[in-house]
């Protein structure tokens, strides 16, 4: 069915240190995975998305990785930064009109 | 700056009553998406439409509809208010119909709604 689970529900890391957010789903059909992220009071912006015949995807600190065997996807943030402190939503696509969204993960990063 | 805007910014009403939220998608988008984000929570689709159709719909009210006019832009009515409608409501704008071509949905600034 049309149900993606997102863990951890919060995340703490020190700068410099790296974060990772897991989510999980079960629809096969599935086959656009991208992440928003969100600071507080705007808008979800995406930060990177990854289709599935693509195993992973890296923008400079920031990488996503797929198992569509699995069914599941991550967020690979890297050397994080203070303005990496945000909410991170993680989707799904396919098969529908709509994007199927996590539950979110609040990430506060220490310096 | 996405290109979707949204107006009010603010909306604060009293519980019974209706409002309207509007929206404007980017130039050359054809699908709209309604959005609830209540307090410390997730995004809940609420509904979809693309070149004046509705396409999907997800856990809309029946207090609540919406609409999307020839010029594309789109109106989401809130009627029969209820203190847990209080809640930032995004729309969002895409190319396609389907998020499966991985065309990116771009949100609009939101409108907060206080019912008191």
């Known amino acids: 069915g049309e149900n993606v689970e997102q863990h951890p529900s919060t995340l703490s890391v020190q700068e410099g240190d790296s974060a990772v957010i897991k989510c999980t789903y079960s629809?096969?059909?599935?086959?656009?995975f991208p992440w928003y992220k969100q600071e507080l009071g705007k808008r979800p912006q995406l930060i990177i998305d990854?289709?599935?015949?693509?195993g992973e995807k890296k923008d400079q600190r920031i990488a996503v990785t797929l198992n569509k065997t699995a069914k599941h996807f991550s967020l690979h943030i890297t050397e994080t930064q203070p303005e990496d402190s945000a909410v991170y939503f993680c989707?799904?696509?396919?098969?529908?009109?709509?994007?199927?969204f996590g539950a979110g993960t609040r990430l506060a990063v220490h310096p | 700056d996405s290109g979707v805007t949204q107006t009010p910014k603010h909306l604060i009403t009293a519980t019974g009553q209706r409002v309207t939220l509007r929206c404007s998608p980017r130039?050359?988008?054809?699908?709209v998406y309604w959005y609830q984000q209540s307090l410390d929570q997730g995004l809940q689709f609420l509904i979809q439409y693309y070149n004046g159709e509705e396409r999907a719909k997800g856990n809309i009210l029946e207090r609540f509809s919406a609409q999307q006019f020839p010029d594309l832009h789109s109106e989401l009515n809130l009627s029969s208010l209820e203190l847990g409608d209080s809640a930032l409501y995004f729309c969002?704008?895409?190319?396609?119909?389907?998020?499966?071509?991985?065309?990116?949905?771009?949100f609009g600034p939101g409108t907060r709604l206080t019912v008191l």
């Open positions: 629809d096969s059909a599935s086959n656009y």
């Open positions: 130039s050359g988008d054809l699908s």
């Open positions: 989707a799904l696509g396919g098969g529908y009109n709509k994007l199927i």
């Open positions: 990854i289709r599935s015949n693509v």
């Open positions: 969002a704008s895409s190319v396609a119909v389907r998020a499966a071509r991985g065309d990116e949905q771009f």
